[in-house]
């Protein structure tokens, strides 16, 4: 299995839902990402968890709770979301840390909308 | 610090043309250099990577590129365009050193190619 998982693949919320996106992957990768993508513009690094462990938060707003619950799942928890906050959620994996030195592999994200 | 720079938000060839895509580096020793690949709706995926091995590095779809220390230059090429390769591109650095911090990526080219 080489792949990266992430369920579901559209997603609208409403301001004051509570949802969850999820992503697996089963290469035994070390790492664990979330990227935010606006259109037309490069991945954004919200959070990295190595070895299990928050190694990264890019100070993102608590509105977004990331949680990885075993080495194979990384889920982002969302809450009171913006409509600004509406974008592409990617999830990926690498098989060293956090500086992925030998790239990542990325899974075909979430479309998020929020209204 | 780590960044990079692709030259050209957008470039434009006709089928069977030759691709080349611009990226350079900047970082205090040579890093860890990766181009990625995103069709529209979907996540990033791997093309090639340069680790300190060979300088020229082949990757998937008939693309290669040149790693050129002197330059701080890993221009994307490939010699005969494909409709499918229309896409957006992405250059990312990650840094040598374990501890050094995070992957970068630079702000993309989107490829369009004309029949």
């Known amino acids: 299995d080489t792949e990266v998982t992430q369920t579901p693949k559209h997603l609208v919320m409403g301001m004051t839902n509570k949802k969850s996106l999820k992503c697996e992957q089963h290469?035994?990768?070390?790492?664990m990402y979330w990227y935010k993508q606006k259109a037309k513009k490069p991945p954004e690094l919200m959070f990295v968890?190595?070895?299990?462990?928050?190694?990264i938060n890019e100070s993102v707003p608590s509105r977004f709770s990331p949680e990885c619950p075993n080495s194979s799942l990384l889920n982002l928890h969302l809450h009171a979301l913006q409509p600004e906050d509406s974008a592409l959620y990617l999830c990926?994996?690498?098989?060293?840390?956090?500086?992925?030195?030998?790239?990542?592999?990325f899974g075909s994200g979430t479309r998020l909308t929020v209204v | 610090a780590q960044s990079v720079t692709q030259l050209g938000s957008h470039v434009s060839v006709s089928e069977g043309a030759l691709v080349l895509l611009r990226c350079n580096y900047s970082?205090?020793?040579?890093?860890?250099l990766f181009w990625y690949v995103q069709y529209p709706n979907q996540g990033l995926q791997l093309l090639l990577k340069?680790?300190?091995?060979?300088?020229l590095v082949k990757g998937i779809n008939g693309f290669e590129a040149e790693f050129k220390k002197s330059e701080t230059s890993f221009h994307l090429t490939k010699p005969s365009a494909h409709m499918s390769d229309a896409a957006e591109y992405f250059c990312?650095?990650?840094?040598?050193?374990?501890?050094?911090?995070?992957?970068?990526f630079g702000d993309g080219t989107t490829l369009t190619v004309k029949p």
């Open positions: 990926a994996s690498s098989q060293d840390g956090v500086r992925a030195a030998y790239g990542y592999t």
């Open positions: 290469m035994g990768h070390r790492a």
């Open positions: 968890y190595s070895y299990e462990k928050l190694s």
């Open positions: 970082s205090s020793v040579p890093p860890y």
């Open positions: 340069y680790t300190s091995a060979a300088t």
């Open positions: 990312a650095v990650s840094p040598l050193n374990t501890n050094a911090g995070k992957s970068t």
